[in-house]
T-cell receptor, first 114, second 115 residues
Framework: AQTVTQSQPEMSVQEAETVTLSCTYD???????LFWYKQPPSRQMILVIR??????QNATENRFSVNFQKAAKSFSLKISDSQLGDTAMYFC???????????FGGGTRVLVKP | KAGVTQTPRYLIKTRGQQVTLSCSPI?????VSWYQQTPGQGLQFLFE???????NKGNFPGRFSGRQFSNSRSEMNVSTLELGDSALYLC??????????????FGEGSRLTVL
């Protein structure tokens, strides 16, 4: 079974600054996908960024980038130039190569302060 | 294009009752997954349906069941409700069938309170 761990329950960051969220996972699978999802207060969860395990290059989506360390089973998210709209819960998630079942971490609450 | 629609958005039940939640996926999506979100347990996978067949199931008691219709709409049912079933139930749809890279699109959830 897979496990996903987010060790930071809550983080705060000043607007325009950078924040990095940590995620570690455990799996015996060799091929899989990793995701960061954002859940704003009382709003639906949306995908922030995705990383395929077979790709060595770290994924980037605008202000969001990941540091994927496959050997260390680490998958951190960096939010650059933080904006007030980035305030949300962020979930790290794992998915095997087959199927649509996501295993989520416990989440990190990010508060962006003006 | 309409997103994933879940109904009802909020509901209150009492212990021992049963509840049915509905999820309409994005048009063309054939995979529907259900998740339970609670403060204590976080986000946990319930089950996934694809083309009216349950393809995967999480570690929940048999009181939790689901089904998918030919139009891909899905329902989940919880019988003999317990206080611990109070949660936000999230539905997610995906275009992916055997395509392994399908993104999951989530609905806003149905918030169930059991008294």
């Amino acid at each position: 079974a897979q496990t996903v761990t987010q060790s930071q329950p809550e983080m705060s960051v000043q607007e325009a600054e950078t924040v990095t969220l940590s995620c570690t996972y455990d799996t015996s699978e060799s091929n899989y996908y990793l995701f960061w999802y954002k859940q704003p207060p009382s709003r639906q969860m949306i995908l922030v960024i995705r990383q395929e395990a077979y790709k060595q290059q770290n994924a980037t989506e605008n202000r969001f980038s990941v540091n994927f360390q496959k050997a260390a089973k680490s998958f951190s998210l960096k939010i650059s130039d933080s904006q007030l709209g980035d305030t949300a819960m962020y979930f790290c998630a794992f998915r095997k190569a087959a199927g649509n079942k996501l295993t989520f971490g416990g989440g990190t609450r990010v508060l962006v302060k003006p | 294009k309409a997103g994933v629609t879940q109904t009802p958005r909020y509901l209150i039940k009492t212990r021992g009752q049963q509840v049915t939640l509905s999820c309409s996926p994005i048009s063309g999506h054939r995979s529907v997954s259900w998740y339970q979100q609670t403060p204590g347990q976080g986000l946990q996978f319930l089950f996934e349906y694809f083309s009216e067949t349950q393809r995967n199931k999480g570690n929940f008691p048999g009181r939790f069941s689901g089904r998918q219709f030919s139009n891909s709409r899905s329902e989940m049912n919880v019988s003999t409700l317990e206080l611990g079933d109070s949660a936000l139930y999230l539905c997610a749809s995906s275009l992916a069938g055997t395509d392994l890279t399908g993104e999951l699109f989530f609905g806003e959830g149905s918030r169930l309170t059991v008294l």
